[in-house]
T-cell receptor, first 115, second 109 residues
Framework: DARVTQTPRHKVTEMGQEVTMRCQPI?????VFWYRQTMMQGLELLAY????????DSGMPKDRFSAEMPDATLATLKIQPSEPRDSAVYFC?????????????FGNGTRLTVT | KNEVEQSPQNLTAQEGEFITINCSYS?????LHWLQQHPGGGIVSLFM???GKKKHGRLIATINIQEKHSSLHITASHPRDSAVYIC???????????FGKGTKLSVKP
């Protein structure tokens, strides 16, 4: 059963440290999303890619966050430097086809705690 | 005002009860999604619909495009249905989702 894989599942780090989260989308999916979930805000879009090209990263604080897809099997989300307010669960999701409405497949998330 | 509103925010039911979760949206959409999130777990897509009604096992999702409203029903609820149910809408062809705040369902045995 194909699934979206995220690593690490949990990350605890100190303020100021760099954090890298990784996502392996389902093979053949060409749309990849990064979402952040907090108790206060719920799920929010950070960035998304189609065919590895960034299409929208308006939800991402540009000064500290960066998202890339070095190849079709890997998406990364980096935070440098991390801050306590970045503590959240970060979800990656992939979709089977650009330009069509299809259910998204979510990873299990990375739970980030910044102290 | 949020573009996607869900009600109720929290719901407690007894095993066997019929459950309804509501979702209203204020924007034009291309599809509406119902998602399920178990505590500490990932997010699973239950339904994607743009009209009418869909059924999967004990779950039924309906949508009324004119009224901009959708409902998720669970028949013969079971404690394993306890989870957060999230309504989300997609706009245009991009596939990006706008989420409601979720409904936390607890089904007691």
């Amino acid at each position: 059963d194909a699934r979206v894989t995220q690593t690490p599942r949990h990350k605890v780090t100190e303020m100021g440290q760099e954090v890298t989260m990784r996502c392996q989308p389902i093979l053949g999916h060409n749309t990849v999303f990064w979402y952040r979930q907090t108790m206060m805000q719920g799920l929010e879009l950070l960035a998304y890619f189609r065919n590895r090209a960034p299409l929208d990263d308006s939800g991402m604080p540009k000064d500290r966050f960066s998202a890339e897809m070095p190849d079709a099997t890997l998406a990364t989300l980096k935070i440098q430097p991390s801050e306590p307010r970045d503590s959240a669960v970060y979800f990656c999701a992939s979709g089977p086809s650009s330009g069509q409405n299809s259910p998204l497949h979510f990873g299990n998330g990375t739970r980030l705690t910044v102290t | 005002k949020n573009e996607v509103e869900q009600s109720p925010q929290n719901l407690t039911a007894q095993e066997g009860e019929f459950i309804t979760i509501n979702c209203s949206y204020s924007v034009g959409i291309s599809a509406l999604h119902w998602l399920q999130q178990h505590p500490g777990g990932g997010i699973v897509s239950l339904f994607m619909l743009s009209s009418g009604k869909k059924k999967h096992g004990r779950l039924i999702a309906t949508i009324n495009i004119q009224e901009k409203h959708s409902s998720l029903h669970i028949t013969a609820s079971h404690p394993r249905d306890s989870a957060v149910y999230i309504c989300a809408v997609s706009r245009g062809s991009q596939g990006n989702l706008i989420f409601g705040k979720g409904t936390k369902l607890s089904v007691k045995p």
